[in-house]
């Protein structure tokens, strides 16, 4: 097999290159790494990606690291496949706008709690200081109920920004497992709840939700 995709299962940043391998309908062989067992400190994928993350993929040859690198070099490799960056140059860059500001602003604004919530341990949670990140990431979410317009994120067919944004949305909401009275749920409006819905209809989306999730 040509296409080697390195992925590890809960990582919001790998399920992205899943939903794109996806969704382009390519062949690859999916190496499922483990984050316990010291998989990415090993010399072969330290070769692949020196910084020691998920994800990467090898095609012929090639290693490339960075989720969002490998999917438009996905887009570009595999032309003929649907794309993920369709459109004129304007739709084109308003799908780049959207995935670089769901890394950058809904990433960054879910991430106090993320660490917090899901990575801390319980004996020190402190209630003050998850309210309070619940309400910053509370005013992102509800930017981006303001910015969906349709039924996609930008135009008529899913895009890269779709697979960006879900497996954030997706993992945001996997923190209600561990403390249920959190109440993400409650934070998402309903035009991010129907694009969610959309999103989750896709086949692809089954077939690419993380494995430990489904146990
Ligand atoms: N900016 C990177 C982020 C990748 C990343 O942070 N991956 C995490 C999993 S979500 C990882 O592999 N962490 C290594 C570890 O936990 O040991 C990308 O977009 O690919």
Redesign the pocket.
């Known amino acids: 097999m040509a296409l080697t995709f390195y992925y ?1 299962s809960g ?4 399920w992205r290159v899943w939903l794109a391998l996806e969704y382009k309908g390519l062949a690859y062989e999916q190496k499922i790494v483990s ?1 316990s067992a010291g998989d ?1 400190r090993t010399q072969e994928f330290i070769a692949i990606n020196p910084r ?4 990467a993929i090898v095609d012929d040859g090639f290693a490339l ?4 690198a490998i999917v438009e070099y996905l887009d570009e490799r595999f032309p003929q496949a649907p794309r993920l960056f369709a459109g004129d140059v304007r739709r084109r860059a308003l799908i780049r706008r959207m995935v670089q500001e769901a ?1 950058q602003y809904f990433v960054v604004a879910m991430d106090p709690l993320l660490d917090h919530i899901l990575f801390g341990p319980k004996e020190k949670w402190d209630e003050s200081v998850i309210a309070d990140a619940r309400a910053r990431f509370g005013k992102e979410v509800a930017r981006w109920e303001a910015i969906i317009s349709g039924d996609w994120l930008a135009g008529a067919e899913p895009t890269a920004a779709d697979f960006t944004l879900y497996p954030h949305i997706a993992l945001a909401l996997r923190m209600e497992k561990k403390k249920a009275d959190l109440d993400i749920r409650g934070l998402i409006g309903p035009r991010i709840s129907a694009w969610m819905q959309r999103v989750e209809a896709l086949p692809i989306l089954g077939k690419t939700v993380p494995p430990h999730w489904k146990a």
């Open positions: 590890g990582s919001p940043f790998a984050f990415l020691r993350k998920v994800p690291y960075e989720s969002q890394d």
